[in-house]
């Protein structure tokens, strides 16, 4: 079982940005895929990026070139850089280890972006 603690959501302008972290303990490896999911009330959840060992991310159409995703494995830790938020990037944010089906998942941490 893998426990996933986040960080670093909050409120913030339209324009401004912020950076999630999630910390990863238990039986973490690094083969399997890391991301960030974000939903909003009524919605399903989405996937916002996410990076597996040795590939390329992957990220949202509507993030791509605002949000970047990056991971350290040696801290067993995947950080969110979003820049350029919109209010539309509001919503929970929530960590995934080894993907949405079975997978494990944070608590969540809200982002609000005002315009």
């Known amino acids: 079982q893998v426990q996933l603690v986040e960080s670093g959501g909050g409120l913030v302008q339209a324009g401004g940005s912020l950076r999630l972290s999630c910390a990863a303990s238990g039986r973490v490896f690094s083969t399997m895929g890391m991301g960030w999911y974000r939903q909003v009330p009524g919605k399903q959840r989405e996937l916002v990026a996410a990076?597996?060992?040795?590939?390329?991310?992957v990220y949202v159409d509507s993030v791509k070139g605002r949000f970047t995703i990056s991971r350290d494995n040696r801290k067993n830790t995947v950080n969110l850089q979003m820049n350029s938020l919109k209010p539309e990037d509001t919503a929970v944010y929530y960590c995934?280890?080894?993907?949405?089906?079975?997978?494990?998942w944070g608590q969540g941490t809200q982002v609000t972006v005002s315009s």
């Open positions: 995934n280890y080894g993907g949405p089906l079975g997978g494990s």
């Open positions: 990076v597996a060992s040795g590939g390329s991310p």
